[in-house]
T-cell receptor
């Protein structure tokens, strides 16, 4: 079945440091890949996505490239800010379930803590 | 409302009691999902609705769990005879008509359930 594996957190960085959060996936065929972010006290929201191999999703200074050869979708940011402190979830969506819809599969989430 | 709304935000219940969790999706969204997130774990799919029908209930962990949706709007997740292992954050998400594998899911803030 489909699965998503993320690096364990928390990831603790100083402001302006470089961020990488690793994500690898297992799926047959060609899923769409997503990063969601959950800020404290809020619901998950889409950060970025990529729908085919070699696509790069980007938003708010974050980037992730869909690497089919390594089945990865690592999240990167060149210079993090305190306001980036949140939990980040990698997810995939592929094919149709028995019920005929695309049900996203999520990783366990990685907490990012950025200190001033 | 503007987003997915869940209530209550927090619920503490005694072991053996029944609980009902409510989700109000974004108006017009036909797809609705319930997920569970236990401490330190990823989002675990529970059930998916398309309109008022639930074509995929494969994630419900036991027959103590049930869900319904009415008016292609509000959904209620019911847990009967709660157990301590039911303690988790229960998340609801919705997607619009015509969602594909590239379509994001829109999440509520979740209900934190604690069974004591």
């Amino acid at each position: 079945g489909n699965s998503v594996t993320q690096m364990e957190g928390p990831v603790t960085l100083s402001e302006e440091a470089f961020l990488t959060i690793n994500c690898t996936y297992t799926a047959t065929g060609y899923p769409s890949l997503f990063w969601y972010v959950q800020y404290p006290g809020e619901g998950l929201q889409l950060l970025l996505k990529a729908t085919k191999a070699d696509d790069k999703g980007s938003n708010k200074g974050f980037e992730a490239t869909y690497r089919k050869e390594t089945t990865s979708f690592h999240l990167e940011k060149g210079s993090v800010q305190v306001s980036d402190s949140a939990v980040y979830f990698c997810a995939l969506s592929r094919g149709r379930s028995s019920g005929g819809s695309y049900i996203p599969t999520f990783g366990r989430g990685t907490s990012l803590i950025v200190h001033p | 409302g503007a987003g997915v709304s869940q209530s209550p935000s927090n619920k503490v219940t005694e072991k053996g009691k029944d609980v009902e969790l409510r989700c109000d999706p974004i108006s017009g969204h036909t797809a609705l999902y319930w997920y569970r997130q236990r401490l330190g774990q990823g989002l675990e799919f529970l059930i998916y609705f398309q309109g008022n029908s639930a074509p995929d209930k494969s994630g419900l962990p036991s027959d103590r769990f049930s869900a319904e949706r009415t008016g292609e709007s509000v959904s209620t997740l019911t847990i009967q005879r709660t157990q301590q292992e039911d303690s988790a954050v229960y998340l609801c998400a919705s997607s619009p008509v015509g969602a594909t594998m590239n379509t994001e899911a829109f999440f509520g803030q979740g209900t934190r359930l604690t069974v004591v």
